[in-house]
């Protein structure tokens, strides 16, 4: 009887430890899809990999899903402690020591960032205590989350990677500007156009800001006439974006013009360097 | 009766649309002397911006230690850049009014280049004295001629509205007091010639090939342009395929060849321009919709090294990666003996579906890219390390080529280094131990639509 006792005691316990897991689905198994998570990357890899080291103290950022330079960091002290080759790569094995050292409650985090609550992911203090849900009052930090500085909460995706020196407020204007330029031309010619804007606040003979030459009176035709406050579409941005990142399809042109609807005689005589769509860019 | 109920309504109705017309009326008068007023003060502001700028030079000519000097400098530097600021206000894009633009923003980088530097220990040189005069007497000119228009403008009561107008339809050749004075201040400026008077250490695009002319190779013929271009776009040239390759223009400052590969079947269209010069490859974009993400960044790196080793882009390192949306963008700098070149840059943007390259730029890199002889450092990395803020929690070092505020190519250290959340890179020169350059990286943003 005294030994079948004890079984039960056993089997008791282990239930109890099974329906732990059960509720806590902290997810051992289920860790990071197959990609090596490298800099620069966003998705939900990214945010797994951002709970994960904030879980064990090394991230301090806010959970974006985008692999930035304090993503980078929080890896790399990482991959140091652990004795793994540090190359702010998250690979298979350091995913794996990743994942056995630290816990993510995939739903938890999740599901605050779909909320856009203000959260943080740390070991060791209840995490229902680390959200701050989405409000406009201005409320004390929930505890253990000191270091999360971000104002900001994320919806997955919701961070974005930009290209350096422009904000998204940037972009979108010149996507506006661009749209209302050349929505009717093909996207090399919609990346010219961007690529004139930037070439314009480049050059010593118009004014040096993205605003001060799109809004520069007189110079494009879609803010005479109001057409820049159209919404545009995704492919204006993504122009923009390209031409941000280098690509000049204009071959460096200050200024281009329709020859069919330009109105300006003294435009002809700019010296002309080529022709994309009904465009021809100048210099 | 009828008549009468009729005649009353008419009369009203003629009463409310004549009221109505007024009220616009005076609506659209409101909204132009406003847009007016604003024209008007940008013009009297720029003319009273020169006048200051025209003394400030002049009593820089007679100062001669660094304390008076760099303040003053410095001071000419933000009157310049307000006056530029006043031009862009001014509907002038459209007239040839750029040369005064350049004009000031020549003085803008003279007097940055000179205020920040250590005057007590390089002094100006008879060059830069003399350039400092001329620079003194363009900007009497300017000021006389500006003087003067602002003059006939205050006199006539000239309207910039009318400027506006004549501009819009096209009636340049009307006669207009503003539009000719304005004419003759630009004739001006651009009489004094281009930056052959800025004295030779302002060579900040002379380092640079702007116009591909050292390329190595000969002069390629379209044919062969179209040839490489397949390459690119690695279509036979069986099939439906369109394929069209047009010259530079006159005006461009160096010979290209662009060419478009029309893919009947998926629709698709390569776009590129190659020089004349060797064929190198300037940008391609083969842009398409990219709708889902099937690999990840560190696998579009290896199709962008593998791509980039097909086409024989040489001794490259990965300098930045990142991913919007779908698409992901590598940066790569070429490296030389462990040192990262940073002005030859090559860019590659992968799509994340199937791993095609729709993107390439190598516009930076056949712009600067050229066999250097880079040195060694004559400070160790321990003795630039010394130099950086102790603040700042060095994470990574290694060296690296920049192109530094002077337009130079410089030798440096280079370091990684955080402060709290924030990053920094920095750049100590590894022959003098100066401080070239500190950029706080940026981090990713939010998107503000979200957050309201």
Same mark, same amino acid.
């Given at each position: 009887m005294k030994g079948i006792s004890s079984k039960w005691k056993w089997l008791l316990l282990f239930s109890c430890i099974t329906i732990g897991f059960g509720i806590y689905p902290e997810t051992r198994t289920n860790a990071f899809s197959s990609q090596i998570i490298q800099k620069g990357a966003v998705g939900d890899d990214v945010?797994?990999?951002?709970?994960?080291?904030?879980?064990?103290?090394?991230?301090?950022?806010?959970?974006?899903?985008?692999?930035?330079?304090?993503?980078?960091?929080?890896?790399?002290?990482?991959?140091?402690?652990?004795?793994?080759?540090?190359?702010?790569?998250?690979?298979?094995?350091?995913?794996?020591?990743?994942?056995?050292?630290?816990?993510?409650?995939?739903?938890?985090?999740?599901?605050?960032?779909?909320?856009?609550?203000?959260?943080?992911?740390?070991?060791?203090?209840?995490?229902?205590?680390?959200?701050? $849900?989405?409000? =406009?009052?201005? @409320? /004390?930090?929930?505890?253990?989350? #000191?270091?999360n500085t971000g104002k900001a909460p994320a919806k997955p995706g919701t961070s974005a990677n930009l290209p350096g020196g422009y904000s998204q407020n940037d972009i979108q204007l010149m996507a506006n500007a661009v749209y209302g330029e050349a929505r009717g031309e093909p996207?090399?010619?919609?990346?010219?156009?961007?690529? $004139?804007?930037? =070439?314009?606040? @480049? /050059?010593?003979?118009?004014?040096? #800001?993205?605003?001060?030459?799109?809004?520069?009176?007189?110079?494009?035709?879609?803010?005479?006439?109001?057409?820049?406050?159209?919404?545009?579409?995704?492919r204006a941005k993504e122009a923009v974006v390209d031409a941000i990142n280098g690509w000049d399809p204009s071959g460096n042109a200050e200024y281009y013009f329709n020859p069919e609807t330009a109105t300006s005689k003294w435009i002809w005589s700019r010296p002309q360097i080529k022709k994309i769509g009904k465009h021809i860019f100048c210099k | 009766m009828i008549r009468n109920i009729v005649i009353a309504l008419l009369v009203i109705g003629v009463g409310g649309t004549a009221f109505w017309g007024y009220q616009e009326h005076k609506e659209k008068n409101a909204i132009l002397i406003n847009a007016e007023n604003t024209y008007q003060r940008a013009f009297h502001d720029l003319s009273y911006q020169v006048d200051l700028l025209h003394d400030k030079v002049g009593s820089t000519l007679a100062m001669n230690s660094r304390y008076s000097l760099s303040p003053a400098l410095t001071d000419v530097w933000r009157i310049t850049s307000e006056a530029q600021s006043d031009v862009g206000q001014l509907p002038l894009t459209l007239l040839?009014?750029?040369?005064?633009?350049?004009?000031?923003?020549?003085?803008?980088?003279?007097?940055?280049?000179?205020?920040?530097?250590?005057?007590?220990?390089?002094?100006?040189?008879?060059?830069?004295?003399?350039?400092?005069?001329?620079?003194?007497?363009?900007?009497?000119?300017?000021?006389?001629?500006?003087?003067?228009?602002?003059?006939?403008?205050?006199?006539?009561?000239?309207?910039?509205?009318?400027?506006?107008?004549?501009?819009?339809?096209?009636?340049?050749?009307?006669?207009?007091?503003?539009?000719?004075?304005?004419?003759?201040?630009?004739?001006?400026?651009?009489?004094?010639?281009?930056?052959?008077?800025?004295?030779?250490?302002?060579?900040?695009?002379?380092?640079?090939?702007?116009?591909?002319?050292?390329?190595?190779?000969?002069t390629i013929t379209k044919k062969e342009a179209i040839e490489t271009a397949k390459r690119y776009a690695h279509s036979k040239s069986s099939g439906n395929v369109e394929v069209k390759a047009e010259e530079n223009g006159k005006g461009s400052d160096y010979g290209f060849y662009s060419v478009s590969i029309l893919n009947k079947e998926s629709n698709s269209e390569l776009n590129m321009d190659l020089t004349k010069k060797g064929g190198y490859p300037i940008w391609y974009i083969n842009n398409r919709d990219v709708n889902e993400t099937k690999i990840d960044l560190n696998q579009a790196y290896t199709k962008a090294v593998e791509f980039l080793k097909e086409h024989d882009f040489s001794s490259l390192e990965l300098f930045e990666s990142a991913q919007y949306d779908n698409i992901g963008l590598l940066n790569f700098v070429s490296s030389e003996n462990g040192v990262k070149v940073y002005p030859d840059s090559v860019k590659v943007k992968i799509a994340l579906d199937d791993g095609s390259v729709i993107g390439f730029s190598a516009d930076e890199y056949l712009k600067s890219h050229k066999t250097r002889e880079i040195g060694t450092p004559k400070i160790?990395?321990?003795?630039?390390?010394?130099?950086?803020?102790?603040?700042?929690?060095?994470?990574?070092?290694?060296?690296?080529?920049?192109?530094?505020?002077?337009?130079?190519?410089?030798?440096?250290?280079?370091?990684?280094?955080?402060?709290?959340?924030?990053?920094?890179?920095?750049?100590?020169?590894?022959?003098?131990?100066?401080?070239?350059?500190?950029?706080?990286?940026?981090?990713?943003?939010?998107?503000?639509?979200?957050?309201?």
């Open positions: 945010i797994e990999l951002q709970a994960r080291l904030q879980n064990i103290g090394y991230y301090h950022g806010k959970i974006d899903g985008v692999y930035g330079w304090g993503t980078y960091w929080a890896l790399r002290n990482f991959q140091q402690d652990f004795g793994l080759p540090i190359d702010g790569l998250a690979g298979t094995t350091t995913k794996q020591k990743l994942a056995n050292a630290s816990n993510f409650n995939s739903r938890f985090v999740h599901e605050q960032i779909n909320k856009g609550n203000e959260f943080t992911y740390y070991g060791g203090v209840d995490i229902e205590k680390q959200v701050k $849900v989405k409000s =406009n009052a201005n @409320e /004390s930090k929930s505890g253990g989350g #000191s270091a996207y090399t010619g919609q990346v010219a156009v961007a690529a $004139v804007i930037l =070439n314009r606040v @480049e /050059s010593a003979a118009f004014p040096n #800001s993205i605003s001060g030459v799109i809004f520069e009176p007189g110079a494009f035709t879609a803010v005479a006439d109001g057409q820049i406050w159209l919404t545009p579409n995704e | 040839p009014f750029n040369k005064t633009e350049e004009f000031l923003s020549k003085i803008a980088d003279f007097s940055y280049r000179t205020a920040v530097r250590d005057l007590e220990k390089e002094p100006l040189n008879d060059q830069e004295y003399s350039t400092l005069q001329s620079l003194y007497a363009q900007a009497g000119d300017i000021q006389g001629e500006l003087r003067k228009v602002q003059y006939l403008v205050l006199k006539n009561h000239l309207r910039w509205m009318d400027v506006e107008m004549a501009l819009a339809t096209g009636k340049e050749n009307s006669d207009n007091t503003i539009i000719d004075g304005l004419k003759t201040v630009e004739k001006k400026v651009s009489g004094y010639g281009e930056a052959d008077e800025m004295n030779p250490t302002f060579t900040s695009s002379q380092q640079r090939d702007e116009n591909f002319k050292n390329l190595p190779g000969k160790p990395v321990k003795e630039a390390r010394e130099k950086i803020n102790h603040n700042v929690k060095i994470m990574e070092e290694g060296k690296a080529l920049i192109i530094n505020d002077l337009g130079k190519e410089v030798l440096c250290y280079e370091f990684l280094g955080t402060i709290k959340e924030d990053t920094y890179r920095i750049f100590i020169n590894a022959d003098t131990g100066q401080e070239e350059k500190v950029e706080k990286l940026k981090n990713s943003e939010p998107v503000y639509e979200n957050l309201i």
